[in-house]
């Protein structure tokens, strides 16, 4: 058995690993973001549809009121 390349291969699978753990923590921090920014969007659409929905309530009130006052 030569130890030198046993020592050489482990330090390359090392180096490979480490390579590979750095590219996976970047692509688990973008995925981080990506989410971050899903769920803020979220939160935006639903405060649109809540205002949209107020202002339906506000329109088919307003639409009972003239249709009481026109007598229908």
Same mark, same amino acid.
């Given at each position: 058995?030569?130890?030198? $390349?046993? *020592?050489?291969? *482990?330090? =390359? /699978? =090392?180096? #490979?690993?480490?390579?590979? =753990?750095? #590219?996976?923590?970047? %692509? !688990?921090?973008? *995925?981080?973001?990506?989410? %971050? +920014?899903?769920?803020? !969007?979220?939160? $935006? =659409?639903?405060?649109? *549809?809540?205002?949209? +929905?107020? +202002? /339906? $309530? ?8 003239? +249709?009481?006052? $026109?007598?229908?």
């Amino acid at each position: 058995m030569n130890v030198e $390349k046993t *020592i050489e291969f *482990i330090l =390359q /699978q =090392q180096a #490979k690993t480490e390579a590979w =753990q750095a #590219k996976t923590e970047g %692509q !688990m921090a973008a *995925i981080r973001k990506l989410i %971050q +920014a899903g769920m803020r !969007m979220l939160v $935006k =659409q639903g405060e649109r *549809i809540s205002g949209l +929905a107020a +202002a /339906q $309530k506000e329109t088919n009130t307003e639409l009972r009121r003239l +249709a009481v006052s $026109k007598g229908h």
